[in-house]
């Protein structure tokens, strides 16, 4: 529990219209709600490095206690960060890096081990040989950097298999699309595509569908709950599988509490990931389904405890008046 709590918290996101962005914002609400007193500034960058250096000098300039920022990519932004933190601002660094080790605290998953898993699984499910395709996210970003290279080494050790082309798709599906569209030839003859996340890799199955090419198994990240995520992709095998990456939302405000309150912190929060494929999907489906409808519970719950603190509060008025008069 914080002491003062009229801290203000500022949050630089480098793009804010993407499920896996909306469910972190959501997650950082959720847990920002057990704090009513605290402020919290948001700024979406959408997706321009240039503009998210502007709004974290804007939330700088306006006076904030902590800034917690995911990066856009990683060099133009290291500046601002560097500074924030110079200025004894505590940073929070969550999805996304800087080029710099000046942060307080870092929250996400692990992007090498993912882009490793994904080799390992790649290479297990092709038997040690065959094509493949890889649609990397934004160049410049670290996750998009450190997938890839994790990627590499995972598959270092089937000698067969070859990566026949590498894209960029910038963690956009249209990019994406685009891309691997001027490669049709090298698609065609590819056994595995995987995509940096499940917004390419849904991306990856429409281009696919569109030149009738059949059997090729595509793999994403990312596996977000809900309508239009990962898991429903999995499931409907619109795609092969995909590796869990959790937003870190929660835990990003959780660890900015106890910095303000100056109590004990970790300095890196690695999340942990997964591969969903059909043989875990519906499990995985299930237990979010539960944890949904709890969810749900909490917020009835709150809203009915809302309305007997004003019940309650229109009755001590009451009783101010009858006093008075
Ligand atoms: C969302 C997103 C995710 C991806 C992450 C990488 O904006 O593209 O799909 O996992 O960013 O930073």
């Not at 793999?219 to 809900?226: Q, S």
Request: hydrophobic content about 40%; aromatic content about 6%; overall charge neutral.
């Amino acid at each position: 529990t914080d002491k003062t709590s009229q801290y203000t918290i500022g949050f630089s996101q480098c793009i804010g219209s993407d499920l896996w962005r909306r469910t972190m914002l959501d997650e950082m609400r959720m847990e920002l709600s057990l704090h009513p007193d605290a402020q919290f500034v948001y700024a979406d960058a959408d997706g321009n490095s240039a503009r998210q250096v502007e709004q974290v000098k804007k939330m700088l300039d306006d006076g904030i206690d902590l800034l917690i920022i995911s990066p856009n990519e990683a060099q133009p932004l290291t500046g601002i960060v560097e500074q924030a933190y110079s200025k004894g601002i505590p940073v929070i660094v969550i999805d996304r890096k800087t080029s710099s080790a000046l942060y307080t605290a870092y929250v996400g998953a692990d992007n090498y081990q993912i882009g490793k898993m994904a080799g390992e699984y790649a290479g297990s499910i092709l038997k040690g040989s065959g094509n493949i395709v890889e649609v990397m996210g934004l160049p410049g970003s670290s996750p998009a950097i450190e997938r890839d290279r994790g990627f590499s080494d995972g598959l270092k050790k089937y000698t067969d298999i070859t990566i026949a082309a590498r894209v960029y798709g910038d963690w956009l599906k249209d990019s994406a699309k685009k891309q691997l569209i001027r490669i049709a030839p090298v698609i065609k003859n590819a056994n595995v595509i995987f995509a940096h996340n499940d917004v390419m890799a849904h991306g990856t199955r429409e281009v696919l569908d569109e030149l009738k090419i059949r059997g090729v198994k595509v793999l994403g990240v990312d596996a977000l709950p809900g309508n239009g995520g990962g898991l429903q992709m999995v499931a409907s095998k619109n795609i092969n599988a995909s590796m869990i990456y959790p937003t870190g939302g929660k835990e990003a405000i959780m660890t900015a509490f106890r910095i303000l309150n100056k109590e004990s912190f970790a300095r890196e929060n690695l999340l942990q990931s997964v591969v969903i494929d059909s043989s875990n999907v519906q499990l995985m489906k299930m237990q979010w389904g539960k944890i949904n409808s709890q969810q749900k519970d909490i917020e009835r719950q709150q809203s009915l405890l809302e309305e007997q603190r004003e019940v309650y509060n229109s009755q001590q008025l009451v009783l101010n008046v009858i006093v008075i008069s």
